[in-house]
Nanobody, 118 residues
Framework: VQLVESGGGLVQAGGSLRLSCAAS????????MGWYRQAPGKQRELVAF???????NYADSVKGRFTISRDNAKKTVYLQMNSLKPEDTAVYYC?????????????WGQGTQVTVSS
């Protein structure tokens, strides 16, 4: 399984970015997918996830600003990020769970840098 993120970059505070994560392999729709982020000197944290059934969950810090979605036909998961803040600056990683719910021992993408300037 290979996960390839794209869409990161530099944006001013208040701006928007949309991250994409394209997955390889024959099966995609049965796996929960998530986005994590890691800022310098901090632990990796869960930002949002979407189950195989389409249920979503968000970290409190991004609720109302970020939206996770998936297109099973394209084997792609998205993270729409609006009203970005400097504290959203981090490397964002795509995660593929081994099951329909979020679980450990899944697969990771290589990460994409998001930098929000004030």
């Amino acid at each position: 399984v290979q996960l390839v993120e794209s869409g990161g970059g530099l944006v001013q505070a208040g701006g928007s970015l949309r991250l994409s994560c394209a997955a390889s392999g024959s099966v995609f729709g049965i796996n929960a997918m998530g986005w994590y982020r890691q800022a310098p000197g901090k632990q990796r944290e869960l930002v949002a996830f979407i189950t195989s059934g389409g249920s979503t969950n968000y970290a409190d810090s991004v609720k109302g600003r970020f939206t996770i979605s998936r297109d099973n036909a394209k084997k792609t998961v998205y993270l729409q990020m609006n009203s970005l803040k400097p504290e959203d600056t981090a490397v964002y990683y795509c995660y593929r769970s081994p099951s329909g719910a979020m679980a450990g021992l899944g697969s990771w993408g290589q990460g994409t840098q998001v930098t929000v300037s004030s």
